[in-house]
């Protein structure tokens, strides 16, 4: 199997986990066609699992998710001697992410398409398909993250990757009890340099393979803009002060996001922030940085990870973007309203920060730590 030079130290140890792996060692991986998810696919060989490869079809056209991801994943699954099974998700995607994607920019909120694809289009259909038609009663993804079974209450708690600047926990808070029980992440314990390497001894095709820094929908379309551009024709409105005076034009409120400076075409006698897209107005609110931040906010749909749902206040650290520096922040349980409790999710809480927090955007995931451990997370809502 090994082609290239001795594994390194976080290599052997994630074989050791993979052998040692309680229950049945036969696995479908989800192969995107990356290194990272090649990766877990040889490993899981290389420890004697059964193992098939299973890729989504997610859109048609260009984009490494899409046809060069099919043939790359392809490749690795020839290369490794497993099956390799496509399936066709583009309904179900075009539904549930490209759908809610630009009802969300035009209703101005700035959605987190990454954690809704990883809980409706990718883990929840891929366990399904893999037990009822490859009777494979595991997945495995090349995510940064690590699960610890048997935490409080028996429940399956999510953690941070090891490799704080890869770390994908963020963007997996949503996923339900029933998913985390039967996802294996065997990167979970390497660091990127790791993965390069322990794929450069695998002779994998994807081992150099640059990662996409895009959105996949933005890498499809050729950046975010184009994307919305062919959802949203142009809607000319106001940039305006919080005061309501105008300041500039814009073309559509789903090209700003909360926070933006730049690109604002606003000639101001301070740096102008976006503080707010009102969407019925149609207009763009901005100000100047010294009042865009916020004390605090609402966090709806919250899914509870590796605990109950608290009962009462609890000092948490929490994440507001994916890149974002964890902060110290109180966390309180509100009481559901009407409309949430006809959601499948109808948890709520406020958020309090320690100190103001800049860029606190709707629709985005507000994700809780106790250090390494995630113990959940919910959507950043409009007051």
């Known amino acids: 199997m090994a082609v290239g030079s001795t594994s390194t130290r976080a290599g052997e140890a994630a074989l050791e986990r993979l052998r040692q792996w309680p229950g049945e060692h036969r696995v479908a991986v989800g192969l ?35 046809a060069e991801g099919l043939v790359d994943a392809a490749g690795i699954c020839e290369q490794l001697g497993i099956p390799h099974h496509v399936v066709d998700t583009r309904e179900t995607f075009q539904q549930e992410i490209v759908q809610r994607l630009v009802d969300g920019y035009r209703d101005g909120i700035t959605p987190l398409p990454c954690s809704q694809c990883n809980r409706s289009v990718k883990f929840g259909p891929m366990l399904d398909w893999a037990l009822q038609e490859r009777k494979l009663p595991r997945i495995a993804t090349g ?77 499809h379309h050729g950046s975010m803009r184009a994307f919305l551009d062919a959802y949203l024709p142009p809607r000319q409105g106001e940039i305006v002060l919080a ?13 700003f996001t909360i926070g933006q400076r730049k690109g604002l075409g606003v000639a101001w006698r301070e740096p102008l922030h976006v503080i707010r897209l009102d969407a019925a107005m149609n207009r763009v609110v901005v100000a100047p940085r ?38 110290r ?27 103001e927090q800049f860029s ?21 809502q409009r007051e």
Not at 34 to 61: F, I, K, N, P
Not at 316 to 327: D, L, N
Not at 333 to 338: D, Q, S
Request: charged content about 25%; some cysteine.
């Open 32 to 66: 995107s066609g990356g290194v990272d998810s090649s990766l877990t696919a040889a490993l899981l060989v290389e420890a004697g699992w059964q193992v098939e490869g299973l890729t989504l079809w997610l859109m048609s056209g260009k984009g490494a998710c899409c």
């Open 143 to 219: 995510h940064y993250a690590r699960i610890r079974h048997g935490g409080d209450q028996g429940r399956h708690q999510l953690l941070r990757g090891l490799d704080t600047r890869k770390d994908q926990s963020y963007f997996l808070y949503d996923l339900p009890q029933e998913v985390l029980g039967r996802i294996v992440f065997p990167l979970g314990e390497l660091t990127k340099p790791d993965t390069r390497l322990e794929a450069a001894r695998h002779g994998l095709r994807t081992a150099e393979k640059p990662e996409s820094q895009d959105l996949c929908l933005a890498d």
């Open 243 to 255: 005061d309501g005076t105008v300041v500039g034009e814009h073309d559509g409120i789903e090209h």
């Open 290 to 327: 010294a009042e865009a931040g916020r004390d605090s906010c609402v966090v709806g749909a919250v899914n509870w990870v590796s605990i109950d749902p608290i009962e009462g206040p609890r000092t948490v650290e929490v994440q507001v973007r994916y890149r974002s520096t964890p902060v």
């Open 329 to 355: 922040a109180e966390l309180s349980p509100l009481p559901a309203t009407e409309a949430d409790q006809q959601r499948e999710r109808p948890h709520r809480c406020r958020l309090s920060f320690e100190e």
């Open 360 to 380: 606190i955007t709707p629709g985005q995931a507000a994700v809780f730590y106790e250090g390494e451990t995630v113990l959940g997370g919910g959507l950043i």
